[in-house]
């Protein structure tokens, strides 16, 4: 089964700062996603990346950037973070399966605080 | 407007009846998932459903894509399934996911 991981799972941040929320997957999917989850709107893509060293923007992109350095790894960059960038972060990864109809694996989510 | 939309948004059952969740979405969806959010707040994915009906378990997932819905149903329901249940639409075929806001269902003993 995929394994994907997310650090920091919680994390408190000023105004301000710069935030690094990262993404793990072992399962050597080229596809991973950043997606944020407040009440009310489901989830919502922000960045996505088709393989190691893209990345492209999702419905929500502004005041994120993104980077993928390898296969297993996908950041998420709040370089100015925000009050209304506090939400539930989640990273998911899947593959475009010739056969299998694809599904997206789901990391536990990072909780972001920012004051 | 948003684009996934569930209803009901929440449902609350007796353990053993059945529950019958509603997906609508408003653009043309290469295909319906559905998700399970545990309480805690992962995600596991339940169904993946292009069109017609799927089974697993005790979960059916039907989905009419030329009406633009679609609906899952658990027969028996039991106290460990209560959680939030999402659906997401896949547009086209780059995997991009739109999400409905979820069904929070809780199955009372």
Redesign the interface.
């Known amino acids: 089964e995929a394994a994907v991981t997310q650090s920091p799972r919680n994390k408190v941040a000023v105004t301000g700062g710069k935030v690094t929320l990262s993404c793990n997957q072992t399962n050597n999917h080229n596809n991973m996603y950043w997606y944020r989850q407040d009440t009310g709107h489901g989830l919502r893509l922000i960045h996505y990346s088709y393989g190691a060293g893209s990345t492209e923007k999702g419905d929500i992109p502004d005041g994120y950037k993104a980077s993928r350095p390898s296969q297993e790894n996908f950041s998420l960059i709040l370089e100015l973070a925000t009050p209304s960038q506090t939400s539930v972060y989640f990273c998911a990864s899947g593959d475009d399966g010739e056969v299998v109809q694809d599904t997206q694996y789901f990391g536990p989510g990072t909780r972001l605080l920012v004051l | 407007g948003q684009q996934?939309q569930q209803s009901p948004a929440s449902l609350v059952l007796q353990e053993g009846e059945n529950a019958e969740l509603q997906c609508n979405f408003s653009s043309t969806a290469t295909?319906l998932?559905w998700?399970y959010q545990r309480p805690g707040?992962?995600?596991?994915?339940l169904l993946?459903n292009?069109s017609g009906t799927k089974h697993t378990g005790r979960l059916t997932s039907t989905t009419v894509t030329k009406e633009r819905r679609g609906s899952l149903h658990i027969s028996s329901s039991q106290i460990t399934d209560s959680g939030t249940y999402?659906c997401?639409m896949e547009r086209d075929s780059n995997?991009?996911?739109?999400?409905?806001?979820?069904t929070k269902l809780i199955i009372k003993p």
């Open positions: 996934v295909r998932q998700f707040g992962s995600l596991v994915s993946s292009p999402l997401a995997y991009q996911l739109i999400w409905g806001s979820g």
